[in-house]
């Protein structure tokens, strides 16, 4: 029997059909936003192993070449579905190192290996410095909306002999907004980087975020680390993003503290990873 390893999970393909993707119907279930719903399948055919891919968008890879049709899969091959990495080994391995059945999931715990390119420098994370905070203050624009609207209307629209809303109405509404944008920034940020692989603007400028070590997603508790790190650079007023030329993995400050690192998307997926 052949096994699948994605990172430190290994999941048995005894079944007669494996399918990994995003879909929560998925034998392999992979939250990652360059893998499809329906990404590939490993087939049983005739007593031998093969991988297919589902019409995937960002591609499957075996040992670096694009599979464009179903090709066999032996022990020690390297399999990619987009960003991810993954290997194909032999199933004696102990019971408790292994993992199967429908939905299973190896997003959680940096179990899966990305593959990134060069880290990005100084004028790449200024660019999406800035791309961010102007996402950012347009998008608080809805969850402030009903505090802007009631403000809006009380000082242009009233009459003047008409009593404005009550202070008591005005707190609540103030309070219930703030709510609705901490969440907001919550998902902008916190969320981005621990699932998506980063915030809007560094999808933009096609940007990942990983742990610098495992080059893993780094997940909520990494995410909530490196928000706060993030607000020392802020109160340096900026100066801990200039350290990012002086280093060769091109880490700011924030990214010390955190323990990761921003790196280009790969450019080629079927390409190994960058060394640097």
Not at 7 to 24: H, M, N, P
Not at 49 to 55: A, F, K, N, Q
Not at 69 to 80: L, M, S
Request: proline share 5%; hydrophobic share 45%; net charge positive.
């Amino acid at each position: 029997m052949l096994c699948l390893r994605l990172g430190e999970v290994t999941y048995a393909l005894d079944a007669d059909k494996v399918v990994i993707g995003r879909s929560r119907s998925c034998d392999i279930r992979l939250r990652e936003d360059t893998v499809s719903r329906l990404h590939a399948a490993f087939v049983w055919q005739e007593g031998n192993l093969v991988i297919e891919d589902l019409g995937s968008s960002n591609g499957t890879y075996l040992n670096g070449s694009r599979v464009l049709e179903p090709q066999k899969v032996v022990t020690g091959d390297v399999v990619r579905f987009g960003e991810l990495r993954g290997t194909v080994e032999r199933g004696d391995l102990p019971t408790a190192e292994r993992s199967s059945g429908p939905g299973s999931d190896t997003h959680d715990g940096g179990a899966v290996r990305l593959v990134p390119g060069d880290p990005a420098g100084l004028g790449w994370r200024l660019l999406t410095a800035v791309a961010d905070a102007v996402l950012f203050a347009a998008g608080s624009a809805v969850p402030l909306a009903p505090l802007l609207l009631t403000v809006l209307v009380e000082r242009y629209f009233l009459a003047p002999d008409t009593l404005p809303p009550s202070l008591q109405m005005k707190s609540m509404l103030t309070g219930g907004c703030g709510v609705l944008w901490l969440v907001y920034g919550f998902l902008y940020f916190v969320h981005g980087w621990a699932r998506r692989g980063g915030s809007p603007g560094m999808k933009l400028f096609r940007l990942r975020l990983l742990d610098w070590r495992h080059r893993a997603p780094i997940g909520y508790s990494r995410a909530l680390l490196r928000l706060a790190a993030g607000m020392v650079t802020i109160l340096t007023l900026g100066l801990g993003f200039f350290v990012v030329p002086f280093r060769r993995d091109r880490k700011a400050l924030h990214d010390l503290l955190a323990g990761t690192i921003v790196a280009h998307r790969a450019t080629s997926l079927g390409q190994p990873p960058s060394s640097a």
